[in-house]
């Protein structure tokens, strides 16, 4: 008691000076305050839980009396602007009291905590407290286009890969996307390279060659699966269009084609109809040879055609 007479009659004697005595004041203060600290208490609560969730009981952990708690002004200081926990004064219970978002307060983080302060008076005391935030699965994984298209040509080779775009997941941890799936099919396979945590890639593999007078379109559908339990998934439509080559030739209706014509019969006189037709869907041109030296050139669809003859 002696020496802390000494002390404030040192401090008093000092604030003669004016200025110098105000802050001798605060840093006595300051140093008041740190001595009345302790270590720091810790807990840990799920997001997204009800308000008046029990997180811990100050009283118990600081050892006070229940009854005095009122007396001693004991009170919850936020860090942040906005305020999530608060104390029952009659129980000493530490409580959530507005909505907690954890990946609203730690975007892309793997560790999320509160810091908060519990204040005594009387004498004064500061407790720090640290609320550890724990993931829950409220995301799914989710793509940012709905579906992905791809123009493949039927002359491509197999074991040719076409690289997918890869889904997101705001959850982290065993809750964050965990794993992929293709939908069954013959053509394609998936395979998907992992380089560690946001470092992954998917590739759709070519493994059985194209026909697209078979199948012109391939309708497939990529899943995406994150670790929760139950696990949560999100989906990419694939639309590939397998695009045409010149690999089949004009076919005719029949092998062998017979006409009769006049030696008198007039220029342009029709005198055969041929049909022809290609699986493929470019423009085809047919020729037909009625002599050495007569000779109907036309472009033709895969439609009838007519034959005639020309004037030398």
Request: hydrophobic content about 35%; proline content about 4%; overall charge negative.
């Amino acid at each position: 008691m002696f020496e802390n007479d000494h002390f404030f009659h040192s401090v008093s004697t000092m604030g003669r000076g004016g200025l110098t005595g105000t802050i001798w004041i605060h840093i006595i203060a300051l140093l008041c305050l740190c001595d009345g600290s302790t270590g720091q208490l810790s807990f840990s609560v799920s997001e997204e839980v009800d308000k008046g969730t029990v997180v811990g009981n100050l009283a118990k952990d600081l050892q006070i009396n229940v009854q005095e708690l009122e007396k001693r002004d004991l009170r919850v200081v936020a860090g942040n602007s906005k305020k999530y926990f608060d104390v029952d004064l009659k129980t000493g219970a530490l409580y959530v009291c507005d909505r907690i978002d954890r990946e609203e307060l730690c975007p892309n983080t793997a560790k999320c905590s509160l810091n908060i302060e519990a204040i005594l008076s009387h004498p004064m005391q500061l407790h720090r407290i640290e609320v550890q935030i724990i993931d829950i699965n409220d995301n799914a994984p989710s793509f940012r286009e709905n579906e992905k298209t791809f123009n493949i040509s039927e002359s491509s080779f197999t074991g040719e890969r076409y690289l997918l775009p890869m889904a997101n997941d705001a959850d982290t941890g065993s809750n964050s996307v965990k794993s992929y799936k293709l939908s069954p099919n013959e053509y394609f396979s998936l395979d998907v390279q992992s380089g560690g945590q946001h470092s992954e890639s998917a590739e759709l593999v070519l493994q059985k060659s194209l026909d697209r007078e078979k199948q012109s379109i391939i309708r497939l559908t990529l899943t995406a699966l994150d670790g929760g339990k139950p696990a949560r998934s999100g989906t990419l439509k694939i639309l590939v269009h397998v695009m045409d080559i010149n690999d089949n030739a004009p076919v005719f209706s029949q092998p062998l084609y017979k006409a009769r014509v006049t030696e008198n019969a007039p220029y342009q006189t029709s005198i055969l109809t041929v049909s022809t037709q290609t699986l493929d869907t470019m423009r085809c041109f047919l020729i037909t040879s009625l002599s050495p030296k007569e000779t109907t050139s036309s472009g033709s669809e895969p439609a009838p055609g007519k034959s005639g003859l020309r004037g030398e």
